[in-house]
């Protein structure tokens, strides 16, 4: 089936620094990336949607500055939390839905990254 | 506007025992319903979705648009089902749209 790969699973920061999170389609080509947050125990936030060859859309209430999303090709979207602050502390999951590579198993998700800024 | 909502943040049952993971949604259209799992330390994976009328790993789920649930069900529940669960939602037909998550259930299962 359809694979997402999630890089890197797992990231400490600095706070002030930025962290770059990277969602590869392995076997497809997606053309449209969803981007979640996903706090202990609770459900998965969508943050924005990414779609190659054009800008991401956000969702309301999601700083566009922050979390700059960038969909380079069609398997490749990136998502850069910008001067991270111990409040972004999360885990971050990527999605690619069906129609990106016409699969039938609904839609495939990364394997999350956890952000710990310090 | 789109609901999807789970009562129970956790649940526990006993190997062997019944259990149902309640799901109920609210949508202006016409919905699809899912159920995902994830289990420790893996990614999130489709269970079941509601078009397939099909069962997995012993667990079904009937959509019922009356009392606009898709509750999800096992007989006899197996220490290896403990893991979250979603139920989630989107547009009928959608190939390229969002999908709305509940907020989860965390199925226990005891020995």
């Known amino acids: 089936g359809a694979v997402v790969s999630q890089h890197p699973s797992w990231v400490i920061c600095k706070s002030g620094t930025s962290v770059k999170i990277e969602c590869r389609s392995l076997?497809?080509?997606?053309?449209?990336m969803f981007w979640y947050r996903q706090f202990p125990k609770q459900s998965l936030m969508l943050m924005a949607t990414?779609?190659?060859?054009?800008?991401?859309?956000?969702e309301q209430g999601v700083e566009k500055d922050k979390f700059l999303i960038n969909h380079a090709s069609l398997t490749l979207s990136t998502l850069t939390v910008t001067s991270a602050h111990p409040e972004d502390s999360s885990f971050y999951i990527c999605?690619?839905?069906?129609?990106?590579?016409?699969?039938?198993?609904?839609?495939?998700f990364g394997s999350g990254t956890r952000l710990t800024v310090v | 506007a789109q609901r999807v909502t789970q009562p129970e943040k956790l649940l526990s049952v006993f190997k062997g025992a019944p259990v149902e993971l309640k799901c109920n949604y609210s949508?202006?259209?016409?919905?699809?319903l899912f159920w995902y799992v994830q289990y420790s330390r893996q990614r999130l994976q489709l269970l079941l979705r509601?078009?397939s009328r099909e069962s997995i790993k012993g667990f079904t789920a009937d959509l019922n648009k009356g009392e606009t649930s898709f509750h999800l069900k096992k007989p006899f529940a197996q220490e290896e089902d403990s893991a979250m669960y979603y139920c989630?939602?989107?547009?009928?037909?959608?190939?390229?749209?969002?999908?709305?998550f509940g907020r989860g259930t965390q199925l226990t299962v005891w020995p």
């Open positions: 999605s690619a839905p069906p129609g990106t590579g016409n699969f039938l198993d609904g839609y495939t």
């Open positions: 990414s779609n190659e060859g054009s800008k991401a859309t956000y």
């Open positions: 949508y202006s259209g016409s919905p699809e």
């Open positions: 076997d497809f080509q997606a053309t449209t």
């Open positions: 989630a939602l989107t547009r009928r037909g959608s190939t390229l749209g969002r999908l709305y």
């Open positions: 509601h078009i």
